[in-house]
């Protein structure tokens, strides 16, 4: 049971963060590449530059866990998710979050 509920979570994880390599300008993908930059510079900042197809951006920042920083992103609740990305930096977990 404990390997099957591993398995939903990484494969969950995986649906939340998307895979980029075959999908350019994919809302998901600008949110993980401005995710991954905020973590290469360990710090929780509004990146700047394209965000998709989106109106409002959010960014958040959890040594606890990739769901956490999620739910720390402005707006987060108040607005439709359109993009979703996370990245581990070395101090934690990196967020962006794309709405409509």
Not at 7 to 24: K, M
Not at 27 to 45: F, I, L, N, P, T
């Amino acid at each position: 049971m404990r390997k099957l509920a591993w398995i939903f979570i990484i494969g969950f994880s995986s649906v939340l963060v998307g895979t980029c390599e075959n999908s350019v300008g994919c809302d998901h993908c600008v949110a993980k590449q401005k995710a991954q930059q905020q973590a290469s510079e360990g710090r929780c900042r509004h990146v700047g530059g394209t965000m998709g197809s989106g109106s409002y951006e959010g960014v958040g920042f959890s040594t606890v866990s990739a769901d956490h920083a999620i739910s720390r992103c402005c707006y987060w609740g108040q607005r439709t998710a359109i993009g979703i990305g996370v990245a581990k930096g070395r101090n934690g977990w990196y967020a962006t979050v794309l709405y409509r």
